[in-house]
C-alpha cells in the first residue's frame, strides 16, 4: 500500500530532551515536507527537501533540524524541545518539487513537551 | 495580514444544502490553488485542484478568481460525510522553490 508513516504517532517529553520524528514513503516521491498545525494558524511549513541531500527552511523552522540521507526517509529532530513546540506534526511527501502536486500526508504526530 | 485566509466557521447545514467557502490569498504572484479536506484529528487529503477556468467534480465546484484573488469552493447536495474541515491552499513562488501556504480551515457540520 502507497503510504506515509510516521512514528511516533503519540508524544509527550519534557523541555530540553532531544527527540527525532521519523517520516518514510514508500512511493518514490522526490518531494518531502514537514509541518505543523496549531489551532487558528493552520499547517505550517517547518522544512521541506526536493532530493537527497537537498534541505530547505520553510515558514517555521526554529528549533528544527532534518536530514534527507535517503529518498524515502525524512525524519525531524528536535534538538532541545521546548513548550512551545507542542503541536500536531504531519510529514508529507509528493512526486514533483515545489508542491506543484497532489501532497500525501502521513497519519500525524501529536507531540506534547512539558 | 495572513497569507490565505479563510472564515474559519464552523458552517452548520442541513443535508443537502448547497454550502459555499471563500478563501482570501495576498500573493498576487500564488500560482496554482488547491482544496484539503481533513477530518478531525486525520491528515489533509487533497480535494480538488483549483483551475483557472473553475472546475467540477460531481458534488464540488471551485472557482478562482485572480482579480479579487480569492478562491472558492461550492458543495451541492450536501451528505453526512462532507461533515470536515476544508483547507485552501495557495502555491507560491519562493526563491528557488515553491511554497505551498495552507489557510486555518474552514469547518463544516452537515446535520440530518
Known amino acids: 500500500e502507497a503510504q506515509v508513516t510516521q512514528n511516533p504517532r503519540y508524544l509527550i517529553t519534557v523541555t530540553g530532551k532531544k527527540l527525532t520524528v521519523t517520516c518514510s514513503q514508500n512511493?518514490?516521491?522526490?518531494?518531502m515536507s514537514w509541518y505543523r498545525q496549531d489551532p487558528g494558524l493552520g499547517l505550517r511549513q517547518i522544512y521541506y527537501s526536493m532530493n537527497v541531500e537537498v534541505t530547505d527552511k520553510g515558514d517555521v523552522p526554529e528549533g528544527y533540524k532534518v536530514s534527507r540521507k535517503e529518498k524515502r526517509n525524512f525524519p525531524l529532530i528536535l534538538e532541545s524541545p521546548s513548550p512551545n513546540q507542542t503541536s500536531l506534526y504531519f510529514c508529507?511527501?509528493?512526486?514533483?518539487?515545489?508542491?506543484?502536486?497532489?501532497?500525501?500526508f502521513g497519519p500525524g504526530t501529536r507531540l506534547t513537551v512539558t | 495580514r495572513k497569507e490565505v485566509e479563510q472564515d474559519p466557521g464552523p458552517f452548520n447545514v442541513p443535508e443537502g444544502a448547497t454550502v459555499a467557502f471563500n478563501c482570501t490569498y495576498s500573493?498576487?504572484?500564488?500560482?496554482?490553488f488547491f482544496w484539503y479536506r481533513q477530518d478531525c484529528r486525520k491528515e489533509p487529503k487533497l480535494l480538488m485542484s483549483v483551475y483557472s477556468s473553475g472546475n467540477e467534480d460531481g458534488r464540488f465546484t471551485a472557482q478562482l478568481n485572480r482579480a479579487s484573488q480569492y478562491i472558492s469552493l461550492l458543495i451541492r447536495d450536501s451528505k453526512l460525510s462532507d461533515s470536515a474541515t476544508y483547507l485552501c491552499v495557495a502555491l507560491s513562488p519562493f526563491g528557488s522553490a515553491r511554497q505551498l501556504t495552507f489557510g486555518s480551515g474552514t469547518q463544516l457540520t452537515v446535520l440530518p
Open positions: 508529507a511527501s509528493s512526486p514533483m518539487g515545489g508542491g506543484r502536486d497532489e501532497q500525501y
Open positions: 512511493m518514490n516521491h522526490e518531494y
Open positions: 500573493n498576487s504572484a500564488s500560482q496554482s
